[in-house]
Structures are given as structure tokens and as C-alpha cells.
């Protein structure tokens, strides 16, 4: 029976990482995000050399780009959620953790929140850009 049980919530957590983790898109939901309107232009190589170097600083402890580790995987993060959102996620994620129903999920999943790395608005915008960079997005 605990068995049974066991296989059942797992099966419920893949479901929900699945349909709410790190696939699909945020940007039309209405779902909360604290920055909003980000526009994103060309892309920009020094900008995302610029996010290469803050990303290795501040999330490579946690993030890898093809495999889960404290966080999870962020090849193509860039692809699944919109520019609010990243952004919004590595500013703020105190509060995003708290609102976003996304980010909700994805706490229950990687057990783990994410910490406030105390990253400007300007170096949030060019780890985005390194991470579509990473993503194929030039």
C-alpha cells in the first residue's frame, strides 16, 4: 500500500514538473511577474559575455545547463519562459516564489527555493541574454 502510494505521488510531481516546471511559456498566462514589459531586441554578444561572466558567479552553484542539480537545468530555459519571468525569477525571487503559481511548482518539485543573489536589473537583463545565447536564441 505505502508503495502504491509512493509510485502514485511520484507520478503526480513528474505530472506537475511537466506540465508546470520548466516547459511551456508564461508569457500570456497573466500569471504574476514583477518585472514586466522587458523588451528584448537583437541579440547582444557583449551583453551575453557580460551574463556569462555574473552567471558563473552567482548561479553555477546552483544551475547547470543540461542537468538538474541544486535548481534546474537552464539550456533552454530562454525557449520556455519569457524575458518577465527570467528576470523577474533572478531579481526578485522571493517574491516570485511567493506569487508566481509557476514558480510555486517548481519549489514543491526541486524542493529548494532560490536565494536572493542581489542582482541588479541591468545584470538580470544580460544573464538573459546569456541565456539565450545558451539556448540558440542569437
Known amino acids: 500500500m505505502i508503495f502504491r502510494f509512493t509510485i502514485q505521488c511520484l507520478l503526480i510531481s513528474l505530472f506537475a514538473f511537466l506540465v508546470n516546471g520548466c516547459g511551456g511559456n508564461n508569457s500570456s498566462s497573466g500569471e504574476f511577474t514583477v518585472v514586466q514589459d522587458v523588451k528584448v531586441g537583437a541579440f547582444d554578444a557583449s551583453l551575453a559575455a557580460k551574463g556569462e561572466q555574473i552567471f558563473k558567479m552567482k ?58 543573489q542581489n542582482v541588479t536589473l541591468d545584470d538580470a537583463r544580460a544573464i538573459y541574454e546569456h541565456l539565450r545565447e545558451i539556448a540558440g536564441l542569437k
Open 59 to 116: 548561479c553555477i552553484a546552483c544551475h547547470q545547463y543540461d542537468k538538474r542539480l541544486v535548481g534546474p537545468p537552464l539550456r533552454d530555459v530562454a525557449k520556455r519562459r519569457s524575458a518577465n519571468y527570467i528576470i523577474s525569477m533572478i531579481i526578485s525571487p522571493e517574491e516570485m516564489q511567493e506569487k508566481n503559481d509557476t514558480v510555486k511548482a517548481l519549489v514543491q518539485q526541486y524542493m529548494t527555493k532560490m536565494t536572493n
